[in-house]
């Protein structure tokens, strides 16, 4: 049976929860697209509302929704990159800068010498605010399993590379110590990433769209999706075989993550539409040192975690008040009570 844990004002109830967990458990967060919200709109039901096109055989209106859907996502990140974004996008920004601080600090306040200083974060969202947020967070380490070892090559993707560990040592004494690292696995793809041959590669910018005024002409829509390597909301996601292996590749990777001894998983932002994960999700539950801690939006969102999982006895669901929320904002601050200082 699911338990519900409603939030007090200080988080203190909270934080005491989540404290054994991020001291002594293996450390994964799935951030969806709430995360990334208001500066880009969630999801919805974006993927039904194509899918319909799709069984009723109108590629091109299917084709255009899936445009306007990405288009949307990557005019956020364009202004992000160019220093021209709106008041919105600044906030999810600093929201996220906050949570890689927070994280980094929990990691190297850790205090078992047996357990990795490390943190997995799966995440749906195409979108760059993670990578942006510990580019601005100075002596943060992230992980996206590019392969950046040849400087002269364009990084190509080798997951492999996940989880390996840094070392820093001193001197003279030579004594060394684990920097922490925050392994970041983007499910869905990312826009950054574009295919080469048989391999995914770092871009170097960003996508552009059809000019304006050739937005409707269909090769050009069709060439600006197949430009990203992405997990598309709709029936047709799979049909691509790289990405399918890609895909998959990954799925395998976040089951793997929750099947460790005393894996624990955060999720914020995310809301379990997406069949494969929460398939993967409820059956990694089976591991019995496992738990499952949902952070809900509001008292709506934590009634439907609490069915969603309702055959699961290691689930916790923190929902807000009647009322209130759960927010970014409130997130940083139950993780920041859980370490003092830790975003420091």
Known sequence: MVKTVVTEPDNANVSKL???YIQSG????????GASFPAIATAGNI?????????LGDDEEADKKSFAFLEAVNTVNRDLLSGASG?????????????VRTLDGMLFARKSQLLARQAVVFTTNYDLFLEIAVAAAPG?????GFNRSAPLSVPAFAPERYFDRMYRASSPLGRSTEVPTINLVKLHGSLSWRREGDEIVARDKLSAPPAAGDQDDDDLRSAYLKDHFLILPNLRKFHATLMDRVYYDLLRLFSRCLELDNAVLVTFGFSFVDKHIL??????LRNPTAQLILLAFD?????????TFAAHRNVTVIAPPAGATIDFTRLNDILEAVVPDASK
């Not at 943060?140 to 996206?144: G, L, T």
């Not at 398939?279 to 990694?284: A, K, N, V, Y």
């Open 279 to 284: 398939d993967l999700t409820r059956r990694s």
């Open 47 to 55: 993927e039904a509302e194509i899918d319909a096109h799709l069984l």
């Open 18 to 20: 989540l404290e054994p």
């Open 87 to 99: 008041a919105d996008a600044v906030a999810v920004r600093e929201s996220y800068q906050r949570f």
């Open 140 to 144: 943060v380490v992230m992980n996206d």
């Open 26 to 33: 293996a450390l994964n967060f799935l951030l969806g697209s």
């Open 299 to 307: 008292v709506a969102a934590a009634e439907g975690f609490a069915t």
